[in-house]
């Protein structure tokens, strides 16, 4: 349960400014004034509604994968104590991982930049493959800590 409370966290990771500003540096000097006209388009694409949303949905994703992270670990806890067999458990981490993906879609929904919808909305299938595992517990420890990871560097404005 550590491991998915450490993948959970969302520290902000300036990687993909970096590779964004090279390309539009590179681009300019090529050619000077069709990059210039060319450059800002790319660096500007979203519209200001998009990227406001884009923040919104993945800030959302965020908040609902960690929420749902800790109560993973709080029902685990509490499964131990009430000596809960091992398919008890795991039925109850299949049904917080559906939860989670239903929640995860719904954000995927709201999205309005179509590189956003994709990636919660397969975020929302990855974790519902998790919920449709036969081995739900192993799968949190091995797939689901990868979902946060690649969200956190992929999901941005």
């Known amino acids: 349960m550590t491991a998915l409370a450490a993948a959970c966290q969302s520290p902000e990771e300036?990687?993909?400014?970096?590779?964004a500003a090279p390309s539009a540096t590179a681009v300019p000097s090529a050619t000077a004034v069709p990059s210039a006209t060319a450059a800002p388009a790319a660096t500007a694409a979203p519209s200001p509604v998009t990227a406001a949303n884009?923040?919104?949905v993945c800030a959302a994703v965020d908040k609902l994968i960690i929420a749902k992270s800790k109560e993973i670990a709080a029902d685990s806890a509490a499964a131990t104590r009430r000596q809960l067999t091992p398919e008890q458990i795991n039925d109850q981490v299949k049904a917080d991982l559906a939860d989670l993906a239903?929640?995860?879609?719904?954000?995927a929904a709201r999205a309005e930049d179509p590189e956003i919808k994709a990636l919660?909305?397969?975020?929302?299938r990855r974790i519902e493959a998790g919920a449709n595992s036969?081995?739900?517990v192993k799968w949190l420890g091995s797939t689901f800590v990868e979902i946060p990871q690649r969200l956190t560097r992929e999901c941005r404005a």
């Open 134 to 136: 036969s081995t739900p």
């Open 102 to 107: 239903d929640d995860v879609r719904g954000q």
């Open 14 to 19: 300036p990687t993909a400014e970096p590779t």
């Open 120 to 124: 919660v909305g397969d975020a929302a």
């Open 54 to 56: 884009t923040a919104a």
